[in-house]
């Protein structure tokens, strides 16, 4: 019996190895870099005393522990208490908003196919291999916009919803689903690009809209005083004191991404901002 268990042990233990052999094997021909888990802590942990005015918004969801901008990131991270939950949109080849950071599915699957050259049906019949704990989820693809809403809508959520693309186009259909699921008061939408942005304070005049920059001057300020969008949302890694100073003398709102250290959560908390974008720090623990 002790031989059949041993038998039964290496046998077990060989078919991780050649798994994990497999599977790296597997990444190194498909040219996919492994997306792997991050460790959350909660902002509870930090040395900022009043974290009442603290929004916390989920990156692609609650990409930490389930792959990013899907149907199961933002579940995760609507069970985890998030203000709000941050993901991109793109139209595909037959003029559906669909939810994706990149414009091809290249990072997610392997193929390099671009999402704005191929219709909804034949994305969704591609599942998606990699991404934080992709072997707990089977059959993930390509979220719509629509299921998306349908998903977040039942929550509360805000969503902060990032249009990646450079034009007006569609911007009708988008605000049209806002409107459908009845989300209009429960969304902030971004972009670094000005038009699509322009569109939508054209259509919803009440929508607050951010403009995403890498660093913040003048010609920002300007912009955004001039367009009437509300909020300035800036990469903490190029951006400092002054840059928070700038907005906020301006009237405007800073949001500040993509924040996933202690550290740096205190230090923007320390001059102001209230809106975080992190992939790993949780919500104040209630």
Not at 85 to 94: A, R
Not at 106 to 114: D, F, P, S, V
């Amino acid at each position: 019996m002790k031989r059949k268990t041993k038998i039964i042990s290496v046998i077990a233990a060989l078919i991780v190895i050649i798994s994990a052999v497999a599977a790296a094997a597997y990444y190194e021909l498909s040219g996919l870099k492994p997306i792997e888990p991050k460790e959350t802590v909660s902002i509870s942990a930090s040395s900022v005393k009043d974290l009442t005015k603290i929004k916390m918004i989920a990156h692609r969801g609650l990409s930490a522990t389930a792959p990013e901008n899907t149907l199961a990131a933002f579940k995760a991270a609507c069970d985890a208490g998030y203000y709000g939950v941050e993901y991109d949109i793109q139209l595909t080849g037959d003029g559906v908003w669909v939810v994706s950071h990149d414009p091809s599915l290249k990072r997610m699957t392997g193929e390099n196919i671009k999402i704005a050259e191929t219709e909804l049906s034949d994305l969704k019949k591609i599942s998606y291999n990699n991404g934080a704990n992709i072997d707990k989820y089977d059959g993930i693809t390509i979220p719509t916009l629509e299921e998306t809403l349908a998903l977040v809508s039942q929550y509360g959520i805000v969503s902060v919803i990032e249009i990646k693309t450079g034009t007006a186009d569609k911007i009708d259909e988008l605000m049209a689903l806002l409107e459908k699921y009845k989300v209009l008061d429960k969304v902030r939408i971004i972009s670094f690009n000005e038009e699509p942005l322009k569109k939508v304070k054209e259509l919803s005049g009440q929508t607050p809209v951010s403009y995403l920059t890498d660093k913040v001057d003048e010609s920002v300020i300007e912009l955004c005083k001039n367009d009437g969008f509300e909020a300035v949302s800036f990469n903490k890694s190029k951006c400092g004191e002054d840059s928070v100073r700038m907005i906020i003398d301006a009237g405007l709102i800073p949001q500040c991404w993509t924040v996933d250290k202690i550290s740096d959560f205190e230090k923007f908390a320390g001059f102001g901002v209230e809106y975080f974008t992190s992939n790993c720090l949780l919500p104040a623990e209630k």
